[in-house]
């Protein structure tokens, strides 16, 4: 019985899906129920050592002015304000207040083409999330729980797919056991994960509990005390854990910190990098603020004083260390802005043109795919859809686009219907 | 149970009789116009008993019985939360077990019937049921709204086809009519709501037929958007100038002036439109030719939507194919059938049709007489699957397995476990006049409900034994508050706030949608962080302080009766000898008995016992 929940829980908990289970075992060893969780382990611990990609979303909340960030359409009647800066890259041009990040444009891939149709914040949030347009009862799971199910190592203790800030769209279908991990002060330990009690007193405590427990085993729910068993195992192992000290920044030298900026973003992108490190497989950090409906030029000024240390620091660092190969960073927002401005200098939505940052994860930096008209109001060439962007995603990190998970009613869906991948970003 | 216990016990029993003598007997059904009007049902004593006897007569074909029943402890930590999401008190369990009266179960489901927290339960419920599936985030903001209308509902007992044909029809401010909820979950969508009211009332998952036939069933497009076309005239908008902000459902009325309406005047006339303007004969119309007009404002605009050739000027075929703007449909006061191959084309002109029995309506119905008549042709006694669906969800819901699994996704192309079972209950529950207590009280009357929990195994026989599941997050939420003795703070309606508030916190993080199927719904790492390792919870069950346990620990000196009372509390049992050892042995082991005692609340706190039902 323990054998086959503990396999169980390693089925569900990722990486094994239940089919390709059946084909390590009738591979390999058919020696009749001889097959142990950890021979299962070894039997792939080649390929987990093989595959580290993990995966940053830079999530831009609000929807960022493209003009504004790297589709700058200096000397025209859009730009308003708006100047553009050269950056390490000759001939490409960023919107000012990028410094940072024009130094480490040789290592980022900018799309200007990128088209949708949803301009409301809830919906297009929903699509860039997950991939899919809202559409009735079915609940698509946010990129970073598919990913997570693919990459993640079951036998870390960390969470596979963790989430700074306010966007709460979970695992959907998927279930709750590939939930993004949400911290609400990233930089320091999530709630409840620092000791309350002391680490000999919590065993004490689950000791005492497993043996309270087997009453209620008794009386018909031995299933769900196994389960809880487990559960708690999961959890407590992350309490007891030195990795969670990931989630913690203050171990970094203070100049590192300064660069990457004492700011939520900031503290939240260090923090990206260490759960990385650690072996978390996605980390989404969320810098919010950016639905400028007026007063533009001052408010994208301020925000952009904490994207863009953070972000510069965010890529050289993972240079530095030898993971921006299977690291991807991606900065994106839910949708663009208009290239007319309004009486009070602002911008409404505009998902007809917007664009994307990418970074790392094999891609070709130094490169801009795309590009908008000279009014920024249309799609010039190279039109790059969501779908199309996502499939690149999941190129990147070595995960079939077409994977299927089954919505509740058995409907096989895969990560991403359609689209294509931009080759461009990989040539 | 403890002398201390006991004594407690029967002081608090004698003061509840007094209070009965004062209290006027209310008579049991209120004089209310909506209440359920009774036809020529059976009573829920004798539906209980033939469900019984249809039950068992199934199993013994397969050569199996019904599990023990449960004792009288399991009973009432089990029904008090089914009915009203409360956990018994210690005192009540105390007073339950001591009651020599045969009917007295009979007598405790009246009670929890009539209590106001068995309204608030199933309104919870059916927000979950809603709100899980909601494509409208702000749906949010009328959660206690919704609430306390539903809570209206039931605890008046209006009958199901009302409740039903209320939130169908229902029109207003979405924070002062809680019945509008399902259509603002959709935001008024057609295609949304369509798929929502299916699923909800009939527990048919049409809305697969969206984009293409049904795979497996018998569903086609067709049938999905003519459900669709009896309510594209719903419309969700801002109520102006409101704070705090609220949304109204109201009609949307075809305008006269609506782009689309302009779009299609020129498609029609667009031979008459050269006629009138191409002045050179050239079969086309330029912008010099024309002089004046409406036309020469939009001409731009024109050119922009209709010239294909960009030739600056426009032939009659241009006109004709001129395509629509896309945010131009939400005008639409029809339902149009999508055309995949080309998201410009504005799809077909559907009519409605109910596609369960074909009935067609009127064409020329506005918003309250389409959404009337569909809620007519749903709720008719003559469809059994409204009453279906609601069966098979409150069973689900109390028996731990339902008939059709999952709840939801039941109708004519599935089969039923216990045909017979199902059918029974969905004749009577019609000829009931879809009475809603009377349903419930029929079902937790059976023995099939009262007997113990299976093992859980896969090979379980259906209906030979109840199944455990978790709680939902506000009986939990309820329950733990209730055991660590904190009182609930106003909780304020604010939307805003509203996630901030404990309760809201405590629901982001235990939440589920009720219609996924319990043993898919599995426990969190989070949820385990917050019950085993929170300041919060930690701080509330320390022995220090002016916490409960604290004054626990010095009301009862014996460790024996404080172990009891701590099981009374949490788990609403005494503890078995076996516990009560280990339990004694571990203060003991741990040598300082307040420590001791708060390591046996948290293991009971976070026992999967106390989470589970049972």
Do not use: G, Y
């Given at each position: 019985m323990s054998f086959y929940h503990h396999q169980n829980i390693q089925i569900k908990s990722g990486r094994v899906t239940r089919r390709n289970f059946l084909k390590y075992v009738s591979a390999g060893s058919i020696l009749a129920g001889s097959l142990g969780i950890r021979d299962l382990v070894s039997l792939q611990a080649e390929e987990l050592r093989k595959n580290k990609k993990a995966m940053i979303l830079l999530w831009m909340r609000g929807g960022p002015s493209q003009f504004e960030t790297f589709d700058p359409k200096p000397g025209t009647a859009t730009a308003g304000e708006t100047e553009a800066i050269s950056t390490s890259v000759p001939g490409i041009q960023i919107a000012q207040g990028w410094n940072q990040t024009a130094k480490v444009m040789d290592d980022i891939a900018i799309i200007r083409s990128m088209t949708n149709k949803e301009g409301n914040h809830q919906r297009a949030t929903y699509q860039l999330h997950t991939g899919h347009v809202p559409l009735g009862a079915l609940k698509y799971p946010t990129l970073g729980s598919s990913l997570a199910k693919e990459l993640a190592d079951p036998l870390n203790d960390l969470p596979a797919c963790v989430s700074v800030g306010r966007t709460r769209i979970g695992a959907g279908f998927l279930g709750v056991e590939f939930d993004p991990f949400i911290v609400q002060n990233p930089g320091s330990l999530p709630s409840n994960v620092s000791n309350i009690v002391t680490g000999k007193r919590l065993n004490r405590r689950l000791g005492l509990m497993n043996k309270l427990e087997k009453e209620f085993a008794y009386q018909g729910g031995r299933d769900i005390v196994e389960d809880h068993k487990q559960l708690y195992k999961k959890a407590s192992k992350m309490v007891l854990s030195p990795h969670v000290k990931a989630f913690d920044i203050a171990s970094e030298p203070e100049s590192l910190k300064k660069a990457y900026g004492d700011s939520k973003f900031g503290k939240g992108c260090l923090m990206a990098r260490r759960l990385i490190e650690a072996g978390v497989s996605f980390v989404e950090v969320e810098l919010a603020n950016w639905d400028h409906h007026n007063d533009i030029f001052n408010r994208s000024s301020t925000i952009i004083n904490e994207a863009d240390p953070a972000m510069a620091t965010l890529i050289t660092d993972l240079k530095q260390r030898g993971m921006l190969d299977d690291t991807l960073i991606v900065w994106m927002g839910e949708f663009g802005r208009t290239p007319k401005l309004t009486g009070d200098s602002g911008r409404g939505h505009y998902p007809k043109v917007f664009n994307a940052a990418i970074a790392g994860g094999g891609i070709k930096g130094g490169q801009v795919i795309g590009s908008s008209t000279d009014d920024g109001s249309a799609v010039k060439d190279r039109p790059v859809k969501v779908n199309d962007l996502f499939c690149s995603i999941c190129h990147s990190l070595k995960v079939d686009p077409r994977t299927e998970n089954d919505s509740p009613l058995g409907r096989p869906l895969p990560i991403v219907d359609e689209g294509e991948m931009v080759k461009e970003l990989f040539s | 149970m403890s002398r201390n216990r006991i004594l407690k016990s029967a002081h608090l029993f004698a003061g509840v009789l007094i209070l009965g003598l004062l209290m006027p007997a209310q008579p049991i059904e209120s004089a209310n116009r909506k209440a359920v009007q009774r036809k020529t049902a059976i009573t829920s004593q004798e539906m209980s008993e033939l469900i019984n006897t249809l039950v068992k007569k199934e199993l013994s074909a397969s050569g199996k019985k019904l599990s023990e029943p449960v004792s009288d402890v399991v009973f009432q930590r089990r029904i008090k939360f089914d009915l009203t999401g409360k956990l018994p008190t210690p005192n009540e369990v105390t007073f339950f077990g001591i009651?020599?009266?045969?009917e007295k179960r009979e007598k405790l489901i009246d009670d929890l019937l009539a209590s106001d927290d068995y309204g608030r339960n199933w309104a919870i419920f059916w927000w979950d049921v809603i709100i899980s599936?909601?494509?409208?985030?702000?749906?949010?903001?009328?959660k206690n709204t919704f609430e306390a209308w539903m809570a209206d509902q039931m605890n008046e007992n209006h009958s199901w086809d009302q409740i039903a044909t209320d939130m169908i029809t229902a029109t207003g401010d979405v924070r002062e009519n809680g019945a509008t909820a399902l259509i603002f979950a959709q935001s008024g969508n057609s295609s949304e709501i369509a798929s929502e009211v299916s699923r909800v009332f009939l527990g048919i998952q049409i809305q697969c037929a969206n984009c293409h036939d049904h795979l497996t069933d018998k569903w086609k497009r067709t049938h999905f958007h003519q459900l669709a076309s009896f309510f594209p005239r719903v419309n969700v908008r801002p109520v102006r100038d409101k704070i705090p902000r609220s949304f109204e459902v109201i009609e949307k009325k075809s305008r006269a002036n609506s782009p689309l309406r302009r779009i299609d005047e020129i498609k029609k006339n667009a031979n008459k439109l050269l006629k009138q303007y191409d002045k050179n004969n050239d079969k086309k119309i330029t912008r010099n030719e024309i002089k004046r007009g409406p036309i020469k404002k939009q001409f731009n605009r024109l050119l922009k939507l209709a010239d294909t050739n960009s030739d600056n000027a426009l032939s009659v075929k241009e006109l004709k194919n001129i395509k629509e703007p896309e945010n131009a449909r939400r005008f639409l006061t029809e339902h149009y059938m999508p055309n995949l191959d080309d998201p410009s084309d504005r799809g077909k002109r559907m009519d409605p049709v109910f596609f369960l029995t074909g009935q067609k309506v009127k064409k020329e119905l506005n918003d309250q007489e389409r959404r009337a008549k569909i809620a007519e042709l749903i709720t008719s006694n003559e469809n059994e699957w409204f009453a279906k669906a609601f069966i098979n969800r409150i069973w689900y819901e109390l028996v731990g397995e339902g008939f059709y699994t999952p709840v939801d996704d039941i109708g004519p192309e599935r089969d039923a476990i216990f045909p017979e079972v199902i059918n029974a209950l969905s004749d009577h529950f019609i000829n009931s006049g879809y009475d809603v207590k009377w349903l419930v009280e029929s079902i937790v009357l059976t023995e099939v409900y009262q007997q113990s929990l299976g093992t859980g195994d896969e090979d379980d026989i259906s209906f030979a034994a109840t199944r455990t599941g978790r709680y939902r997050s506000d009986q939990l939420y309820d329950a733990i508050t209730q055991v660590l003795g904190v009182e609930q703070s106003e909780e304020t309606d604010q939307p805003r706030f509203r996630n901030n508030s404990p309760r809201g916190q405590f629901n982001l993080l235990f939440g589920y949608d009720p219609s996924v199927a319990q043993a898919d719904i599995k426990g969190s790492v989070p949820q385990a962080l917050f019950m085993m390792n929170s300041p919060t919870v930690n701080k509330l069950l320390s022995g220090n302080g002016k916490t409960r346990l604290s004054r626990k620990l010095n009301e009862f000196k014996n460790n024996e009766d404080l172990i009891a009372e701590l099981y009374m509390m949490v788990l609403s049992r005494d503890p078995s000898e076996k516990e009560m050892k280990i339990s004694l042995e571990y203060i003991k082991e741990t040598g300082n008995r307040k420590e001791g005692v708060e390591d046996i609340l948290w293991s009971l706190l976070n026992s999967s016992e106390f989470l589970s039902k049972k």
């Open positions: - | 009651n020599p009266d045969p599936k909601a494509t409208e985030v702000r749906a949010q903001l009328m």
